[in-house]
């Protein structure tokens, strides 16, 4: 948790972003550098944790290439940011390192503790990877399709900062034309208020929204399945109902 604190932190910096949660963003309130400088010890805090104990040091060697993997994932969005031309592997590439690698670490994270080594933690990471990517697909879709009251922020958050997501990528994909309003975003011609629910409508109407929706649900399914690695008990049901809870939800 504290390593995912601390990538909400530097998101916020690079995208200037200045909503989380419904509420204003650290670094509206305190700043850029006392954001990025807290993400930073919230690092090297989480670092402190798993290495101090020597039951946790198979945990340590993952989590070090999991925040290897979320950064590689951020430089590859940010590489990719307001040209609209991503594809949908670009895609799953930067929802991988920066989304699934995380979650597959904390899914492992107990066993690893618990010094239980091979097929267990190896489906746990596998399970919580597929979750992973089922999230965020639900939560781009949600950017074109959430109450955003509930959501916490304005729908269209996304498209204004410049990132392609799934639902629009394949409304691109429907309507070439679709590209020419967000050049027009992107070069300052039109208004971006009004490109953003234009492109929102698109969206929902050539199903990029319930394309979003269902391949969430065939990670899920994959996730599920490599749940079944685990024995069966409280903990691995507790996981199944948490897991159907994220890729079903809302908001």
Request: hydrophobic share 50%.
């Amino acid at each position: 948790e504290l390593t995912h604190s601390a990538t909400l932190l530097h998101d916020d910096v690079i995208d200037d972003g200045p909503v989380r949660g419904g509420q204003a963003a650290s670094r509206v309130i305190w700043g850029n550098a006392v954001s990025v400088l807290s993400g930073d010890w919230l690092l090297t805090r989480a670092l402190e944790i798993v290495s101090r104990e020597p039951a946790h040091r198979d945990a340590l060697p993952p989590l070090l290439a999991t925040m290897r993997r979320l950064v590689e994932g951020e430089v590859l969005q940010l590489s990719l940011r307001g040209s609209f031309a991503a594809s949908e592997r670009d895609y799953l590439a930067v929802v991988i390192g920066k989304t699934a690698s995380l979650f597959g670490w904390a899914a492992a994270a107990g066993a690893w503790a618990a010094g239980v080594a091979g097929q267990v933690p190896a489906a746990l990471v596998a399970f919580g990877e597929g979750i992973g990517i089922a999230f965020q697909l639900v939560d781009d879709a949600l950017d074109y399709a959430a109450d955003p009251g509930l959501l916490g922020k304005k729908l269209g958050t996304d498209l204004l900062e410049g990132k392609a997501t799934l639902p629009l990528i394949r409304a691109c994909e429907a309507r070439p034309g679709l590209r020419d309003r967000l050049r027009a975003l992107v070069d300052g011609a039109a208004d971006g208020e009004a490109v953003a629910a234009e492109v929102i409508e698109v969206v929902k109407s050539v199903g990029g929204v319930d394309a979003a929706r269902a391949m969430a649900r065939e990670h899920t399914r994959t996730a599920m399945a490599a749940l079944q690695e685990v024995p069966d008990g409280a903990h691995r049901r507790a996981l199944h109902e948490a897991a159907v809870s994220l890729t079903e939800r809302a908001f």
